[in-house]
């Protein structure tokens, strides 16, 4: 069965940082790209950062230079480090796993981050 469990959100105020972590399980991890999405309230689910298989990292553009993804095979995991947060960063975050030659795709049930003073 295949989980990936989010953690790490909260509330925070503006100019924090949090980092979120997903543990993936009854996957081969190092056979998946990983992904953090958002979605906040009435809008549509969007790509936070990726980070492949072999590595190679996306980002957003409003994410590039404040959010750090990462991933650790040995412990099949991958985080986010999010700094300097902004208001509109609220969201729900959710962890995302794409085989990279199938496509098989898996979601997590996300967690919440909101950025309020």
């Known amino acids: 069965q295949v989980q990936l469990v989010e953690s790490g959100g909260g509330l925070v105020q503006p100019g924090e940082s949090l980092r979120l972590s997903c543990a993936a399980s009854?996957?081969?991890?190092?056979?998946?790209?990983i992904g953090w999405f958002r979605q906040a309230p009435g809008k549509q689910r969007d790509l936070v950062a990726q980070v492949t298989s072999g590595g190679s990292t996306v980002y957003a553009d409003s994410m590039k230079g404040r959010f750090t993804i990462s991933r650790d095979d040995a412990q099949n995991t991958v985080s986010l480090q999010m700094n300097s947060l902004k208001p509109e960063d609220t969201a729900v975050y959710y962890c995302?796993?794409?085989?990279?030659?199938?496509?098989?795709?898996?979601w997590g049930q996300g967690t919440q981050v909101t950025v309020s003073s």
């Open positions: 995302n796993a794409v085989h990279r030659w199938t496509g098989g795709n898996y």
């Open positions: 009854g996957i081969s991890f190092g056979t998946f790209a």
